[in-house]
């Protein structure tokens, strides 16, 4: 059974801090990875996706995936408290395109 | 483009009674997912549809549930009888057919209370 474990938080920041979210995986022939964010009562919103081992930055967010040791992280620089929320993280299947999310970790930022 | 529709947005229903949701995916999305997000949990997902086939529905507790995709494209879930452990949000997403899973975007879900 493949697992995508994330700690459940809650991850405590003060504002203009990184919050740095981590995720661990366990299929190492996945190919697809993702991050969502909720917003408490929403349903999960993508914001990124990432393929390749190394880091893709977009704006204030950056997706670093480790295939050898079979982890993704996401960093939110500058935080604000309009990030706080829980964020999900996502294998992707190459087979079947069904996305198996973690637990998610929720996010607090401080004021 | 219009998103993912989903109805009703929420229920309330007594154990062993029967509900069913909606969805409508994007327009022209050939693979359609039904997910159940417990509060607290990560989304599970029940089924997927490809077309008016199904895909994947190993985790579909199919004893009580059922899902169909008429003419591949609206869908329906349906809970027959509900158990307390039912009580979730049932969320609806779409996309199309790609050659590398991507991320795809969910409905606003349907909130289900069963007391």
């Known amino acids: 059974q493949k697992e995508v474990e994330q700690n459940s938080g809650p991850l405590s920041v003060p504002e203009g801090a990184i919050a740095s979210l981590n995720c661990t995986y366990s299929?190492?022939?996945?190919?697809?990875f993702f991050w969502y964010r909720q917003y408490s009562g929403k349903s999960p919103e993508l914001i990124m996706s990432?393929?390749?081992?190394g880091d893709k930055e977009d704006g204030r967010f950056t997706a670093q995936l480790n295939k050898a040791s079979q982890y993704v992280s996401l960093l939110i620089r500058d935080s604000q408290p309009s990030d706080s929320a829980t964020y999900l993280c996502?294998?992707?299947?190459?087979?079947?395109?069904?996305?198996?999310f973690g637990q998610g970790t929720t996010l607090q930022v401080k004021p | 483009e219009a998103g993912v529709a989903q109805s009703p947005r929420y229920k309330i229903i007594e154990k062993r009674q029967s509900v069913a949701f909606w969805c409508n995916p994007i327009?022209?999305?050939?693979?359609l997912y039904w997910y159940q997000q417990i509060l607290g949990q990560g989304p599970k997902l029940l089924i997927q549809?490809?077309?008016?086939?199904?895909?994947?529905d190993s985790q579909l507790p199919k004893d009580r549930f059922s899902a169909e995709r008429l003419k591949g494209v609206d869908s329906t879930l349906k809970i027959q009888p509900a158990k307390l452990e039912d009580s979730a949000v049932y969320l609806c997403?779409?996309?199309?057919?790609?050659?590398?899973?991507?991320?795809?975007?969910f409905g606003s879900g349907t909130r289900l209370t069963v007391v």
């Open positions: 327009s022209g999305h050939a693979t």
């Open positions: 990432i393929y390749s081992n």
């Open positions: 299929d190492r022939v996945s190919q697809s």
């Open positions: 996502a294998e992707g299947s190459s087979n079947t395109g069904k996305l198996i």
């Open positions: 997403a779409s996309r199309t057919l790609t050659g590398r899973s991507g991320g795809y975007t």
């Open positions: 549809f490809q077309n008016n086939g199904v895909v994947d």
